[in-house]
């Protein structure tokens, strides 16, 4: 039986992780709704105020593994509280950006700080509590930092209407400042088994993303055909490669490729990259669409964001509850078919005289599916694997997630640049219609992956005879 002192010190590990798990995601939607203001305040185009999600994004992706590996051998609750430490530093460096350049190289230092506190924080989160009491703590956990991606754009919006965009940096300060004091003083501290670092793998696939991303990003304003983007592109496909035949060849990877070799991990991950993909795409550019082609200010508009990241609150715990019944596959598919139809009818009917209410029904339609396929995807890619190696498929399928996110901006915005610009609300408009088919596209292929997650109600019924 537990001790009040032991009860009192797991409402702090459960209160701490997941006050610092909802500031960093906090900090990953809160900017989606400031984007125009800060376009206008650096006089940045779309293609470069990208790489303030993409920046984050890459160094989250690739060290997220790298950060746990960290607190297993030096301390997690010192490397957990390292790691806060470093994205309040680079929160402070984001709010004195006086340029596009240096808020993107503060933003990659916040994705570092944020990849060696997210992993951490579910370690030390998992370690204080049984394993009849996980669950629940688990569960509490995501809620929390899920209300994040909810209330995100809202809040940004709101900050930026009334304070400016450079207090949703500031206000990270007090925060950090809190949780840094009451981790040291209040958390246990604890170490995992030791491994070698991968930092070959690390580096190979941090310059694939970064060529890969570079190609996408320059290729309408240099020419698809030209040195710099074919060669971009071309490095980047070698280096992954490259990253791939390492992997399989080291003695600790980073990605341990075997966990390819089983049919729902490789499916699950496939849809999850190109739904994460459609998602962060489209999360970058709809809420410039309603400031700058449909005028709202920055709270207004993350307001209207809502029909659609709201439904993550209602549909996700239902989606959880009936993968049991139907199976992945089932929720996968239909989910991401939903999606594409919600994305591809927005890219019909939008232009600069579209009234909002005529984008409520494809939001709700594209939230509900993609919020039905994200816990199934992540159900069949963590129940492919045996216990002991769930760790390392929760870091490839995060990692996996962000890269996706990072593909998908990259990609939805050349696609914009290409059809549209945005310098007016007309222009703009079409760059959007233009983006929102992709990421439609981009779902329907996430759903004909989700096609080779097995059918685990045809599995049942084949085993039922055999029981008998």
Known sequence: MQTPRERAEQRWVLGLTALASFMMALDAMIMTTAFATIRADFGSAVETLQWTVNAFNLTFAVL??????????????????????????????????GNAAALIAARALQGAGAALVMPLAMAILSGAFGREERARALGIFSGITGCALIIGPAI???????????????????????????????????????????????????????????????????????AEVTGALIAGVALAALFVLWELRATSPMVPMRLFAARPFASGMAASVLFYAAMYGVLFLLPQFLQIALGFDAFGAGLRLLPWTATLFVTAPIAGAAVNRFGERTLVVTGLLMQAIGL?????????????????????????????AMPAAQNAVLGAVAVSEMGKA??????????????????????????????????????FASAMSLAATLSFAGAVAGLFLPMRRRAVAAAAPQDA
């Open 64 to 97: 997220l593994l790298t950060g746990a590996a960290l607190g297993d051998r030096f301390g997690r609750r010192r490397m957990f509280a390292a790691g806060i430490g470093l994205f309040v530093v680079a929160s402070a460096a984001c709010a004195l950006a």
């Open 156 to 226: 940004g919006g709101f900050i930026t209407e009334h304070l400016g965009w450079r207090w949703i940096f500031w206000i990270n300060l007090p925060v950090g400042l809190i949780a840094i004091a009451l981790v040291i003083t209040r958390l246990r501290e604890s170490f995992g088994p030791t491994a070698p670092l991968d930092i070959t793998g690390l580096t190979l696939v941090a310059l694939a993303a970064l060529a890969l991303v570079w190609g996408l990003l320059r290729g309408n304003g240099v020419g698809w055909a030209s």
């Open 344 to 372: 591809g009818w927005i890219s019909e009917i939008v232009s600069p005289t579209v009234h909002y209410s005529a984008l409520v029904a494809p939001l709700v339609l594209a939230g509900v599916g993609v919020s039905m």
């Open 394 to 431: 929760s870091g490839v399928f995060n990692m996996g997630r962000f890269l996706g996110g990072m593909f998908g901006i990259a990609a939805l915005v050349a696609s914009f640049s290409a059809n549209g610009a945005d310098d007016s609300s007309g222009h703009f408009a079409n760059g």
